[in-house]
């Protein structure tokens, strides 16, 4: 019931945010703005229910891992809009936070087994991370999309509907900056956290499984576009277009590897 409620206001979030887009009239965006919010209150609320009643974080199959995600990225949003008020990056953040809860709808629900490699602290910690950091990482790729989208609108000055409806290049940029930061922060403290909790159910901190390798290729993929930001000045479309790329290799490295490689993560994304 309650993942239903969560589609019905993301769903309804989502269309806001698309009218406010087409019309720009700022209660639409408001309206979506607080459909959000009341949707991820009933997330969270779910979430904490799961976490009671089975004394672990809901997150051992690919149905509670992506409800998860859908969290993760709808609060993720939250934040940068009272942070930054982009108010036109919820045309990215409510739609792919519905999207995501109607695929959790569609996949089997089985509850993980009792016992199972969930029941650890560091595990939670780990998950919670990676998922926060990872959704940082997909509205820094809305927000390269939207650049890159406002760069052609003014260069070409062909496509006034974009340039009137997006903000500015710079905004746009320190947006995706700052969700960058705070993604690579928590997509750190994710990987330490999954090293200690492998060295006590494993008994070792690294042990070159492809899940492993993959996300080490991630974080050197942010460290080296931070890296090129902070040291040769790297803005605007070059940071855009990296964002988006480092994205993909992301949902490669989530969804990819535990479908196409053998990996022990693959017990946490079972449908």
């Not at 942070?83 to 519905?98: E, N, Y």
């Not at 062909?158 to 320190?174: A, E, I, V």
Request: proline share 2%; aromatic share 16%.
């Amino acid at each position: 019931m309650e993942l239903l409620i969560v589609i019905l206001f993301y769903t309804m979030s989502s269309a806001g945010y698309v009218i406010y887009f087409f019309n720009q009239k700022d209660y639409f965006q408001k309206a979506g703005y607080t459909l959000l919010l009341i949707g991820f209150v009933f997330h969270c609320v779910s979430i904490g229910y799961g976490i009671l009643t089975s004394g672990k974080l809901p997150a051992g199959t690919l149905h509670e891992t992506l409800f998860v995600a859908g969290w993760a990225l709808a609060g993720v949003f939250l934040l940068l809009r009272y942070r930054f008020h982009l108010k036109i990056l919820g045309i990215v953040a409510a739609p792919l936070s519905a999207v995501i809860m109607i695929i959790v709808f569609l996949l089997p629900n089985r509850p993980q087994e009792a016992g199972s490699l969930l029941n650890s602290v560091w595990l939670g910690i780990h998950i919670v991370t990676v998922f926060v950091g990872e959704a940082s990482f997909a509205l820094a790729c809305g927000t390269g999309a939207l650049y890159l989208a406002q760069e052609r609108a003014i260069k070409t000055k062909r496509h006034k509907f974009f340039y009137k409806r997006l903000p500015s290049l710079d905004l746009l940029d320190s947006t995706g900056y700052a969700c960058i930061v705070v993604g690579f922060a928590l997509l750190t403290i994710g990987l330490m956290t999954g090293f200690v909790y492998a060295k006590s159910v494993w008994g070792r901190f690294w042990g070159w499984d492809v899940k492993e390798i993959w996300s080490a290729i991630s974080w050197l993929l942010y460290a080296a576009l931070l890296h090129q930001r902070v040291v040769l000045g790297w803005r605007g479309r070059r940071a855009a277009v990296m964002s988006i790329i480092g994205f993909l290799v992301l949902l490669f490295t989530f969804l990819g590897v535990n479908f196409l490689m053998e990996s022990h993560h693959g017990e946490f994304t079972r449908w």
